[in-house]
């Protein structure tokens, strides 16, 4: 009952997200640990503000315990960059975070965090369902109260020294000088210490919405979309902020909103953040996308003579592509970017830190960035559409995109159609449309990208008629 997705496993609580399957996750960890002679290390825990994420973070404490494997646990909600942190200081093999990142509230899960503080690959996580396929229950643990007498379970706080790693990075005196006005929503999630922490260093003015503990998130998902972020919009514009900024539930992805009160998407915080590194950093390199990410990148990395490289979903091949090729960034349409020179996976928190740097740097808005930058490059439009399907259908969907390779007639010439990742289909006059299957969720998704929105929604379209999606 437990599989791995694009961003760990995913579950909805009291159905598979139950404490048995929990201890069945962990006993997998200590066994696999063993096997490769790392359990001497111990491992380090995590968790955020979902429904029973403590309490499962104490669950699989108790059985990593009863293998005599040591714990380390976040003395509090915290955000995954920290656990990412915390694993590649530590040269640990091995972290685990509970959480179900972006996903509605009925869902929690755990993400698992391998040597360098990467999201673990699909090796990885092919191998630990082998060993969570051979666990015998039950599953044994041992008393908490037990295993902190015996040394097997330790309380940490490591922020500080994960703030204090961003602060270095950053360039304060500049922020400092420029006397910012930022907006904060962490969307009911775990990110307004750390980052209030860092932008309040910075002699930012801080407003936070959106701070306080809800397991139902405010009931809406705690991700960074403009339906979510109106509010925060609503609030930029009353005060007249610099920008707003919104992180998903723990706090790996991010969301902005510029001093117009303008949601800028994902692929455009992407888009900035490389152009920054490389015109006021002076940083060189290429960049990394997924396949459902803005085509703008490639144009912008190839106005620097560099390549933008196109790979799967799942932020493991983001990181490992950063490492092959010496990408200066990487990211994904959803929200999540890496840096070269930190850790090896998402982080909102650095990402938003670095964008009050780039305002404070350039001394100019977000929003006269962002349009100078596509009248350089040229404006596309992305549409997104999710469908729910039943499992009979998921079968049909697969056979028809999969197999027999179907794509439905289109109004624009086909330059291409790749299968890297479920099928992505090019066009001659740059856009671009994916279909493929959610590794978090059932549901099927479809990614466009093309010179106007009407165009971009045209094209989705097609593809629900297609399939006769609802």
Known sequence: MIRFGTGGWRAVIGDEFTKANVQILAQAMADKMKAEKVDQEGIVIGYDRRFLAREAMEWMAEVFAAEGIHTDLMEKSCPTP?????????????????TASHNPALYNGVKIFTLGGR????????????????????????????????GLIETINPINDYIDSILDDINISAIRKAGLHIALDPM????????????????????????????????????????????????????GCDMGVATDGDADRIGIIDDRGRYLSPNDVLVLLYWYLVRYRGMKGPCVRN?????????????????????????????????????????????GMAIRGRIKGKDGIYAAALLAEM??????????????????????????????????????????IMEKKQVPQFPYAVESVSYLDGCKVRFQNGGWVSVRFSGTEPLLRVFCEMNDASAAEEICRVYQDFLGLA
Not at 227 to 234: G, I, P, T, V, Y
Not at 291 to 299: E, F, N, Q, V, W
Request: proline residues 4%; hydrophobic residues 35%; charged residues 25%.
């Open 82 to 98: 920290l656990v990412m942190y915390y694993v590649q200081q530590k040269e640990l093999h091995y972290g685990m975070m509970v």
């Open 188 to 239: 009911y999630g775990v990110s307004e210490p750390a980052l209030k922490a860092i932008l309040i260093t910075a002699r930012c003015d801080v407003s936070t919405i959106h701070g306080n503990h809800d397991t139902l998130f405010g009931r809406q998902m705690p991700a960074p979309n403009p339906e979510a972020m109106r509010e925060l919009s609503n609030y930029v514009i009353r005060n």
């Open 359 to 400: 305002v404070a740097v350039t001394g100019r808005h977000i929003s006269e960035i962002h349009d100078s930058i596509h009248s350089e490059c040229g404006n596309l439009c992305m549409a997104e559409h999710n469908y729910r399907f039943s499992p009979e259908l998921k079968e049909e969907f697969r056979d028809r």
């Open 119 to 150: 999201d673990a690959d699909l090796s990885q996580t092919e191998e630990i369902e082998r060993y969570i396929a051979a666990v015998q229950e039950p599953v044994k643990g041992m008393d908490l109260d037990e295993a902190r007498e015996k």
């Open 291 to 335: 396949l459902c990410t803005t085509h703008i990148l490639d144009r912008l990395a190839e106005s620097f003579g560099e390549t933008c490289y196109e790979v799967p979903v799942g932020f493991k091949w983001i990181s490992a592509k950063m490492d092959e090729t010496g990408a200066i960034i990487g990211g994904e349409s959803s929200g």
